[in-house]
T-cell receptor, first 113, second 112 residues
Framework: NAGVTQTPKFRVLKTGQSMTLLCAQDMNHEYMYWYRQDPGMGLRLIHYSVGEGTTAKGEVPDGYNVSRLKKQNFLLGLESAAPSQTSVYFC????????????FGPGTRLTVT | GEDVEQSLFLSVREGDSSVINCTYTDSSSTYLYWYKQEPGAGLQLLTYIFSNMDMKQDQRLTVLLNKKDKHLSLRIADTQTGDSAIYFCAEKGTGTASKLTFGTGTRLQVTL
């Protein structure tokens, strides 16, 4: 049981490049989330999903897209990276029957130059 | 929208108690959480408290909730060097999807 995994762990992009961050969970969780963590700002919710095939915007969705084609995977895409998207990205998941146990992945550190 | 605030830094000596404070604005919060983040790692849930409770104790951890003042605190008894980390307060409102609003995090430094 691997929990929540994220790929890649580190990435450096040039402005304008695109990339996809992958989050995978093997706990059969319905709900999944993408957050970004910036110094002095805590975690902010980018997008979330309450089930396969559904996604919704969080607090800071601009510049990002997501997809949840399979229940176990939640993808975060950057179509045209900007320096303001330099951050650490965390994925999390929960099962609605145990909503007080939110499991986090180890994070992806992204630098956009 | 909801707002959660914490002080940025706390330094304590090993063996002393640490108290990390948090204030929030959402009066409809149902649950409040404390997470721990060690360097280079994700967040780990430490404990949580339901909004109709005043206190919760779990081994060295004590959570106090003052709902009237919207103030939450985490006390760590007998603080150890392994407790050095960033501690995040988070609240969950009544909305769907169990979304959390996080505070800015408090970096706890434990000195010998």
């Amino acid at each position: 049981n691997a929990g929540v995994t994220q790929t890649p762990k580190f990435r450096v992009l040039k402005t304008g490049q695109s990339m996809t961050l992958l989050c995978a969970q093997d706990m059969n969780h319905e709900y999944m989330y993408w957050y970004r963590q910036d110094p002095g700002m805590g975690l902010r919710l980018i997008h979330y999903s309450v089930g396969e095939g559904t996604t919704a915007k969080g607090e800071v969705p601009d510049g990002y897209n997501v997809s949840r084609l399979k229940k176990q995977n939640f993808l975060l895409g950057l179509e045209s990276a900007a320096p303001s998207q330099t951050s650490v990205y965390f994925c999390a998941s929960i099962h609605p029957r145990t909503p007080n146990e939110q499991y986090f992945g180890p994070g992806t550190r992204l630098t956009v130059t | 929208g909801e707002d959660v605030e914490q002080s940025l830094f706390l330094s304590v000596r090993e063996g002393d108690s640490s108290v990390i404070n948090c204030t929030y604005t959402d009066s409809s919060s149902t649950y409040l959480y404390w997470y721990k983040q060690e360097p280079g790692a994700g967040l780990q849930l430490l404990t949580y408290i339901f909004s109709n409770m005043d206190m919760k104790q779990d081994q060295r951890l004590t959570v106090l909730l003052n709902k009237k003042d919207k103030h939450l605190s985490l006390r760590i008894a007998d603080t150890q060097t392994g407790d050095s980390a960033i501690y995040f307060c988070a609240e969950k409102g009544t909305g769907t999807a169990s979304k959390l609003t996080f505070g800015t995090g408090t970096r706890l430094q434990v000195t010998l």
